[in-house]
Protein backbone atom coordinates (compact mmCIF):
# COMPACT_ATOMS: atom_id res chain seq x y z
CA UNK A 1 0.00 0.00 0.00
CA UNK A 2 3.06 2.47 0.95
CA UNK A 3 3.62 2.58 -3.05
CA UNK A 4 -0.15 3.57 -3.74
CA UNK A 5 0.14 6.44 -1.40
CA UNK A 6 3.81 7.49 -1.82
CA UNK A 7 5.30 6.27 -5.31
CA UNK A 8 1.98 6.71 -7.33
CA UNK A 9 -0.31 9.00 -5.23
CA UNK A 10 -3.61 6.89 -6.09
CA UNK A 11 -4.84 7.10 -2.44
CA UNK A 12 -3.71 9.55 0.59
CA UNK A 13 -3.66 6.89 3.19
CA UNK A 14 -3.49 2.91 3.22
CA UNK A 15 -6.98 2.89 4.83
CA UNK A 16 -8.67 4.34 1.69
CA UNK A 17 -8.30 1.64 -0.62
CA UNK A 18 -10.66 -0.65 0.29
CA UNK A 19 -13.21 1.85 -0.43
CA UNK A 20 -11.62 2.77 -3.87
CA UNK A 21 -11.84 -0.93 -4.45
CA UNK A 22 -14.92 -1.58 -3.50
CA UNK A 23 -16.63 0.83 -6.32
CA UNK A 24 -16.11 -1.72 -8.63
CA UNK A 25 -17.22 -5.52 -8.57
CA UNK A 26 -14.15 -6.44 -10.76
CA UNK A 27 -10.52 -5.96 -12.11
CA UNK A 28 -11.51 -6.18 -15.62
CA UNK A 29 -8.66 -8.30 -16.40
CA UNK A 30 -6.33 -5.24 -14.39
CA UNK A 31 -3.70 -7.22 -12.72
CA UNK A 32 -0.59 -6.46 -10.37
CA UNK A 33 2.47 -8.37 -9.37
CA UNK A 34 3.57 -5.97 -6.17
CA UNK A 35 7.38 -7.51 -6.06
CA UNK A 36 9.05 -4.70 -5.92
CA UNK A 37 11.58 -6.25 -4.10
CA UNK A 38 11.70 -10.06 -5.91
CA UNK A 39 8.60 -12.24 -5.08
CA UNK A 40 9.73 -14.68 -2.43
CA UNK A 41 7.56 -18.14 -1.30
CA UNK A 42 7.23 -20.22 -3.63
CA UNK A 43 8.70 -18.55 -6.79
CA UNK A 44 11.85 -17.31 -5.37
CA UNK A 45 12.83 -14.47 -8.00
CA UNK A 46 14.16 -11.78 -5.66
CA UNK A 47 15.33 -10.01 -9.16
CA UNK A 48 12.27 -9.39 -10.34
CA UNK A 49 10.25 -5.99 -10.84
CA UNK A 50 6.49 -5.34 -9.97
CA UNK A 51 3.99 -5.17 -13.13
CA UNK A 52 0.75 -3.95 -13.58
CA UNK A 53 -0.95 -4.99 -17.14
CA UNK A 54 -4.19 -4.74 -19.12
CA UNK A 55 -4.15 -1.28 -18.39
CA UNK A 56 -5.68 1.58 -20.98
CA UNK A 57 -6.79 4.53 -20.72
CA UNK A 58 -10.27 3.89 -19.53
CA UNK A 59 -8.65 1.81 -16.80
CA UNK A 60 -9.88 3.96 -13.65
CA UNK A 61 -8.10 3.98 -10.21
CA UNK A 62 -10.66 1.99 -8.43
CA UNK A 63 -9.77 -1.41 -10.73
CA UNK A 64 -5.83 -0.72 -10.02
CA UNK A 65 -6.68 -0.81 -6.27
CA UNK A 66 -9.01 -3.98 -6.65
CA UNK A 67 -6.39 -5.52 -8.26
CA UNK A 68 -3.87 -4.49 -6.00
CA UNK A 69 -6.09 -5.60 -3.13
CA UNK A 70 -7.04 -8.81 -5.16
CA UNK A 71 -2.95 -9.69 -5.56
CA UNK A 72 -2.80 -9.44 -1.95
CA UNK A 73 -5.14 -12.21 -1.74
CA UNK A 74 -3.60 -14.22 -3.98
CA UNK A 75 0.24 -14.07 -3.23
CA UNK A 76 -0.18 -17.04 -0.57
CA UNK A 77 -2.41 -19.54 -2.10
CA UNK A 78 -0.40 -21.67 -3.93
CA UNK A 79 1.67 -21.74 -0.72
CA UNK A 80 -1.66 -22.95 0.71
CA UNK A 81 -2.61 -25.28 -1.79
CA UNK A 82 1.09 -26.64 -1.02
CA UNK A 83 0.12 -27.48 2.25
CA UNK A 84 -3.28 -28.52 2.20
CA UNK A 85 -2.16 -31.47 0.16
CA UNK A 86 0.30 -32.67 2.55
CA UNK A 87 -1.32 -35.41 4.99
CA UNK A 88 -2.05 -34.48 8.49
CA UNK A 89 0.81 -36.66 10.15
CA UNK A 90 3.22 -34.74 8.06
CA UNK A 91 1.69 -31.48 9.39
CA UNK A 92 0.92 -32.44 12.72
CA UNK A 93 3.69 -34.67 14.10
CA UNK A 94 2.43 -34.66 17.48
CA UNK A 95 -0.65 -36.17 16.37
CA UNK A 96 -2.00 -33.30 17.81
CA UNK A 97 -5.40 -32.21 15.91
CA UNK A 98 -6.38 -28.51 16.16
CA UNK A 99 -9.60 -29.27 17.58
CA UNK A 100 -10.54 -25.14 18.07
CA UNK A 101 -9.09 -24.06 15.43
CA UNK A 102 -11.06 -20.96 13.29
CA UNK A 103 -11.65 -22.02 9.44
CA UNK A 104 -12.01 -19.54 6.96
CA UNK A 105 -14.45 -20.54 4.13
CA UNK A 106 -13.22 -18.78 0.71
CA UNK A 107 -16.59 -16.97 0.18
CA UNK A 108 -15.80 -17.18 -4.38
CA UNK A 109 -16.96 -20.32 -6.30
CA UNK A 110 -14.05 -22.65 -6.34
CA UNK A 111 -14.21 -22.34 -10.48
CA UNK A 112 -13.97 -18.83 -10.03
CA UNK A 113 -11.33 -18.58 -7.36
CA UNK A 114 -9.21 -21.35 -9.45
CA UNK A 115 -9.32 -19.18 -12.72
CA UNK A 116 -8.39 -15.91 -10.84
CA UNK A 117 -5.63 -17.59 -9.02
CA UNK A 118 -4.55 -19.11 -12.15
CA UNK A 119 -4.61 -16.38 -14.68
CA UNK A 120 -2.24 -14.22 -11.60
CA UNK A 121 0.26 -16.97 -11.19
CA UNK A 122 0.67 -17.01 -15.43
CA UNK A 123 1.05 -13.11 -14.99
CA UNK A 124 3.78 -13.67 -12.35
CA UNK A 125 5.48 -16.33 -14.31
CA UNK A 126 5.69 -13.74 -17.33
CA UNK A 127 7.23 -11.61 -15.09
CA UNK A 128 10.23 -13.41 -14.51
CA UNK A 129 10.63 -13.08 -18.82
CA UNK A 130 10.88 -9.45 -17.83
CA UNK A 131 14.33 -9.37 -15.54
CA UNK A 132 16.88 -9.24 -18.08
CA UNK A 133 15.24 -5.97 -19.37
CA UNK A 134 16.72 -3.91 -16.51
CA UNK A 135 18.62 -1.15 -16.79
Known amino acids: MKWLTDSVGLISTSLEIQDLAS ?3 STDGVYIVPSFDGLFAPWWHE ?3 G ?3 R ?3 FTKKARIARATLESIAYQPLPLLDYHRSLKEDYIFDSKVKMKNAT ?3 PVLA ?3 KKKKVNSWCKVVTRTFDLIDLAF
Open 51 to 53: VQI
Open 23 to 25: KVE
Open 55 to 57: ISR
Open 110 to 112: EEV
Open 103 to 105: VFK
Open 47 to 49: DTC
